[in-house]
């Protein structure tokens, strides 16, 4: 929860001082932490404006959304389910 606090904290700097935000994220134990913490955090503070957020991946692979190492693709999972 921390960490998503934090990252949210950080958009709502950028946002209000640059109009975006950037982040870079890596997959493994990540993906499950900020697709359950990342909602309640920007849920309290909407001046974090995820559609200002500009979001890369840091360590695709390369391989098809479908694949189990695709980085992107289990983000994509994880924020269809939530």
């Known amino acids: ?3 998503a606090r934090s990252v949210v904290e950080a958009a709502v ?3 209000a001082s ?3 935000f950037t982040l870079g994220l890596s997959g493994g134990s990540l993906v499950a932490l900020l697709a ?4 309640p955090a920007l ?3 909407p ?4 559609s200002r957020w500009v979001v890369a991946f840091c360590d695709e692979r ?3 959304l479908e694949d189990p190492e ?3 693709g289990a983000y994509r999972v994880r924020g269809d389910r939530g």
Do not use: F, I, K, N
Request: net charge negative.
């Open 70 to 72: 695709s980085t992107e």
């Open 1 to 3: 929860a921390a960490l």
């Open 13 to 15: 700097q950028a946002v």
């Open 47 to 50: 001046g974090a404006d995820p």
């Open 36 to 39: 359950r913490e990342l909602p």
């Open 62 to 64: 390369l391989v098809p």
């Open 43 to 45: 849920s309290a503070a």
């Open 18 to 20: 640059g109009g975006r």
